[in-house]
């Protein structure tokens, strides 16, 4: 049995190498992924065919990480062999990256195995032979592009628009040499989303979409180095520029959808094979190509009024050049000489959806002709840009407290720009991970149906939820090939600023507008309460001026009394108020000075299901504030929040999680949370279904710090849950799933048998190797551990 592991094994490599054969491993970056790939499984080959038919062979635990590599190979050669050139570059980054880096691992585990093993080497391989090996197999880099593209996704997530050298390089690393790359690529991850969107994986769909902008930023980062490239001795209108050339059409034709394109280009696009139109995305019911006479007069007129001459689209065509973004060592210095508006940018063909509306788009600020070309084009649609509305809600920097555990400080005061939107500082690890608190916006953002917008405020039936972005890509299981989306949900209250079109509201009239609305609050009418109720929970919704205002009128103590009320709309407006009031740290003491914590919990236990979650992110919002956790933990809380969590809606679970999060960071609230029953309700929520990985074991590292959560978490069955998190997780999943499993070997000998028990050794030297930081000691402590417990059972024996 263990010869025909072994046998298979050589057999999967030999099939790898065969692979070099096919055409599709020829293109970027297929051929970057499979000589990394070829370079590894060579040194492991080696040892291999050394070790075949000896008596090392059959050692159990040998075959065991024989199976594991020979499944990430098996993965590995899936993927090669369905890859094909249009098909997403960063899905397949990402995918093979992981996979790349558990062989190495895997190899490395089996590396140490064979030196540490009790029976006897061939005489052809040595000790040392095998750690000349493991010292090459060390060195072979695996590609990090992976990793730029969660630093590029992170700064997105953080509102701060990833930089054009970042952009440059996730360019370059995923091979998208020219604008038409970039596009199929954009193509490629609206088909992902389509499918995903298909088998209701709304999470799935929130990454793409996040991977969806920034594509987005890098084709607009492209057009800008391309316009600042120019030879041309003015702007060129950006509605004369063919979408896909990116450079002045010669002969203009429309495609099915109504948008304009260079004919020799777009020609080329449909022999591809590809059906869709590359500005809009719809699917092009015909591929007829018309010619646009009207824009080819436009140009014609512009060129001779401007003495520009055409360009050869058959010669540009022919030569074939790419576009490259790297094209200069400092990018932003082409930027900043650019003379494209944002606005041109995205009228030359942003990879993301048009929205179809009544009036005319607007002009390039160059354009010739103001009143006539929006009608002659025919496009007559406006491009919306992908990229996210991002929610400037309270950071939470994320710190280690002394005894390992992850906690959150008191977060950063926004203040509120000309435009009347919230800014505010954003922290990030060093080390470009996941941060649990600050780095990403999913845990709480608001949406219409917590901040209603003025046409909607005299209308009290829900509206419909804004989409929200939290941070996860892809990463695979190396045993079925799904596509295991890691969410690296952030722990931040769910608020959204006002829109960027929305001007700063006077003071003064604002200041009237409250005060009347707080002596509504007051009145006998139930009607009169629900719309004053509401019209706060829309004006605490927009900056922070509104809130100091709302606050300094009074509003805190009557909206706090309003939490009791029968009425369930106004119990509902006044929490979401209060949670959007609470993002100013003035208001989070006065709220909790006004005794709110006792009507959240009732809120909590009888409100809607609305209410309870906005009432659980509130606590959280308070529990901000050292006393406040104390008070919230003391005064009944918890309870309801572990009913919140395993009864919930998704987003009710997700609130619940990180309320309870932050108070398990006060050491005497970790028993109750674990006396309520929440660990069960974390290990469940621990499958990537739930989309609530990180949350789960970011709670779950802290409980682990105090016997009765580490007994909690062996009876529930969280250690192989834990273990797999260590294998597939995110970077800072990994790094708490590390850090509860140190708690628990080092406290338990059965728990450190169970964690064995379940494989953990590979993933946590890959950890040890890979990680964080924090991951890393976390790891290297662990496994050190395991060692001297065998060390020191052996001397006994």
Avoid at 598 to 622: C, M, Q, R, Y
Avoid at 716 to 727: C, R
Wanted: proline share 6%.
């Amino acid at each position: 049995m263990e010869i025909s592991s072994l046998k298979a094994l050589a057999e999967s490599i030999s099939i790898y190498f065969q692979l070099s054969s096919h055409l599709s491993i020829n293109s970027e970056p297929a051929l970057k992924y499979y000589k990394q790939g070829e370079e590894m499984l060579k040194l492991v080959k080696l040892v291999l065919d050394a070790i075949f038919g000896s008596e090392v062979a059959c050692d159990e635990v040998l075959n065991k990480a024989f199976e594991e590599l020979l499944h990430s190979i098996k993965d590995l050669i899936d993927s090669f062999e369905s890859w094909q050139p249009l098909l997403s570059k960063v899905y397949f980054v990402n995918h093979n990256e992981q996979l790349l880096s558990q062989i190495q691992s895997s190899g490395l585990y089996i590396f140490q195995l064979l030196m540490s093993s009790n029976k006897p080497l061939p005489d052809e391989l040595s000790p040392v032979s095998i750690e000349h090996c493991e010292e090459k197999l060390k060195h072979v880099a695996p590609d990090h592009s992976s990793s730029l593209i969660k630093e590029a996704v992170q700064d997105q997530l953080e509102g701060v628009e990833p930089s054009p050298e970042i952009l440059a390089k996730v360019a370059v690393s995923l091979s998208l040499k020219s604008n038409q790359e970039i596009l199929i690529e954009a193509v490629a991850l609206e088909k992902l989303k389509e499918k995903a969107e298909q088998a209701e994986k709304p999470d799935e769909v929130e990454d793409i979409d996040q991977l969806i902008t920034l594509v987005t930023c890098v084709h607009e980062c492209l057009i800008m180095i391309k316009q600042s490239q120019s030879s041309s001795p003015v702007p060129i209108p950006a509605d004369f520029c063919c979408p896909l050339s990116l450079e002045l059409m010669t002969d203009p034709v429309i495609v099915a959808s109504g948008q304009t394109y260079e004919r020799v280009f777009i020609r080329k696009w449909l022999d591809l094979g590809l059906t869709v139109c590359p500005k809009t995305r719809q699917t092009l019911g015909h591929t007829n190509l018309i010619p646009n006479y009207t824009v080819k007069a436009l140009i014609a007129n512009w060129c001779e009024l401007n003495n520009v001459k055409l360009p050869d689209p058959l010669k540009a065509m022919s030569s074939d050049q790419p576009l490259p973004l790297l094209a200069h060592a400092d990018s932003s210095k082409l930027l900043g000489n650019h003379t494209m508006s944002p606005e041109s940018v995205r009228a030359m063909g942003s990879p993301v959806k048009v929205v179809p509306r009544e009036s005319n788009p607007p002009l390039h600020p160059r354009s010739p002709s103001d009143s006539t070309l929006p009608r002659m084009v025919g496009n007559g649609q406006t491009i919306k840009i992908g990229r996210s509305s991002l929610d400037s809600s309270t950071n939470l920097e994320d710190t280690t407290d002394l005894d390992g555990q992850t906690s959150i400080s008191p977060p950063r005061k926004e203040s509120s720009n000309a435009d009347g939107n919230l800014s505010q500082g954003a922290s990030s690890d060093m080390n470009g991970s996941d941060s649990l608190a600050s780095n990403h916006l999913r845990g709480y953002s608001s949406d219409p149906s917590r901040e209603m917008k003025p046409e909607a405020a005299s209308n009290l039936s829900t509206p419909r939820r804004e989409a929200e972005f939290p941070s996860r890509l892809t990463e695979t299981r190396p045993r079925n090939h799904t596509f295991w989306m890691r969410p690296s949900e952030g722990f931040v209250p769910r608020i959204t600023p006002s829109s960027a079109t929305e001007a700063r509201p006077d003071l003064s009239g604002i200041e009237t507008q409250v005060r009347k609305l707080v002596e509504d609050l007051q009145s006998g009418s139930t009607e009169t309460q629900q719309e004053a109720t509401a019209e706060l929970r829309l004006i605490a919704k927009h900056n922070m001026d509104n809130r100091i205002v709302i606050a300094n009128c009074g509003a805190i103590n009557l909206l706090v009394g309003l939490l009791y009320c029968m009425d369930m709309k106004i119990q509902e407006n006044a929490v979401t108020a209060l949670l959007n009031l609470s993002i100013n740290d003035n208001n989070k003491v006065a709220i909790a000075n006004a005794d709110a914590i006792d009507p959240l919990i009732h809120v909590l236990k009888t409100g809607s299901p609305e209410a309870k979650e906005n009432s659980a992110a509130t606590l959280f919002s308070l529990s901000v504030i050292e006393d406040n956790k104390m008070k919230i933990g003391r005064s009944g809380a918890i309870g309801p929040l572990v009913d919140l969590l395993g009864n919930g809606t998704p987003r009710g679970k997700r609130d619940a999680a990180t309320a309870l999060f932050n108070l398990s960071i006060f050491h005497e609230n970790k028993a109750r949370i674990v006396k309520e029953g929440a660990v069960k309700h974390l290990v469940d929520l621990m499958d990537p279904a739930a989309g609530m990985v990180d949350k789960a074991v970011a709670v779950l590292a802290n409980l682990a710090t105090i016997p009765e959560g580490r007994t909690a978490i062996g009876q529930v069955g969280g250690i192989p849950v834990l273990v797999e998190v260590v294998e597939l997780g995110s970077a800072r999943g990994k790094e708490n799933a590390a850090a509860a499993l140190l708690h628990l070997c080092t406290s338990s000998s059965r728990h450190c048998s169970m964690v064995l028990q379940e494989g953990a050794v590979p993933p946590l030297v890959a950890l040890s190797q890979s990680g964080t930081p924090r991951a890393k000691e976390k790891a290297q402590a662990l496994l050190s551990y395991f060692r001297n417990q065998r060390h020191g059972n052996t001397g006994r024996g």
